[in-house]
């Protein structure tokens, strides 16, 4: 995924139930609007991570919108060295999704606005990269939710960010 942060969601709460029981195709208890926390977020990827802002995803039947308006800063290891990850993003997209057990696969793009700039200092170097917010297709997470709580974990595919591991984002219902 490009800038648009959208997909990277999973973890530790397996399948999707809804109200405890385990629900159809896994899409009912996706359904609604769903906040970014983004403290449960930094704590369960152990980063130190400074984040402001907003990340909201609306899932209705067969689409999600992604409303993002976010500055971030984490320090990782990219390729076994130390980094500081600095991202700022303003968009918003609407995205076809579809649910296979607890994979979350986004597919076509309906529509997208918005950009964002994703800075990674690393040894001595600073790489820039500023692109168009635009959700990729044919990306999958893993995901899990439980009545209030929403978790996708995936692994960054922007240029830039390729070497981050896998992240996991917590959500929780609005």
């Keep these: 995924m490009a800038i648009a942060a959208m997909g990277l969601i999973g973890g530790s709460v397996t399948g999707c139930t809804s109200n405890g029981s385990q629900s159809t195709g896994g899409r009912s208890c996706l359904l609604g609007t769903w906040d970014l926390d983004f403290v449960a977020s930094a704590e369960a990827n152990s980063t130190a991570d400074t984040t402001t802002g907003n990340h909201t995803i609306i899932f209705d039947d067969d689409t999600v919108i992604v409303q993002v308006d976010v500055s971030s800063s984490v320090k990782t290891v990219v390729e076994g060295v130390e980094a500081t990850v600095d991202q700022s993003i ?6 076809r999704y579809s649910v296979h057990g607890s994979e979350l696969n986004y597919g076509e793009v309906v529509w997208t606005k918005g950009s964002g700039t994703t800075t990674v200092a690393k040894g001595g170097e600073t790489t820039t990269d500023e692109q168009d917010f635009t959700p990729t297709p044919d990306t999958t997470a893993e995901m899990g939710c439980e009545s209030d ?8 595919e922007s240029d830039v960010t390729a070497g981050i591991a896998t992240v996991e984002q917590i959500f929780t219902r609005r």
């Design 90 to 95: 303003k968009g918003s997209a609407e995205q």
């Design 149 to 156: 709580k929403l978790i996708l974990t995936s692994t960054p």
